[in-house]
Nanobody
């Protein structure tokens, strides 16, 4: 599976963005998908995950209630709707997939897309 993230940009605090991750390959519909991010000077961290069917989601505490992950297995795309953005959300956001089909941060994410930059100004 090859992944391509898009939708990043510059937004003011309190604003919204929607990231998309388009996948190619037959395994997408059976893959668990997730978004990770890496802020300046920080380690990469898990943001949100969704299982293969879309029936289970998992969020980092820092984004609960503000971010929503979803997927469309017909369009082979996973999304991250980000609302009430804060300056601390500034990071490069990456989408990733795991073959187990889970939404969990501890799964082995074996395929990754190139990141998309999100910058939130105060």
């Amino acid at each position: 599976v090859q992944l391509q993230a898009s939708g990043g940009g510059l937004v003011q605090a309190g604003g919204s963005l929607r990231l998309s991750c388009a996948a190619s390959g037959r395994s997408f519909s059976s893959s668990g998908m997730a978004w990770f991010r890496q802020g300046p000077g920080k380690e990469r961290e898990f943001v949100a995950g969704i299982n293969w069917s879309g029936g289970s989601e998992y969020y980092a505490d820092s984004v609960k209630g503000r971010f929503t992950i979803s997927r469309d297995n017909v369009k082979n795309t996973v999304y991250l709707q980000m609302n009430s953005l804060k300056p601390e959300d500034t990071a490069v956001y990456y989408c990733a997939g795991n073959k187990l089909g889970t939404a969990l941060p501890g799964s082995l994410y074996s395929y990754w897309g190139r990141g998309t930059q999100v910058t939130v100004s105060s």
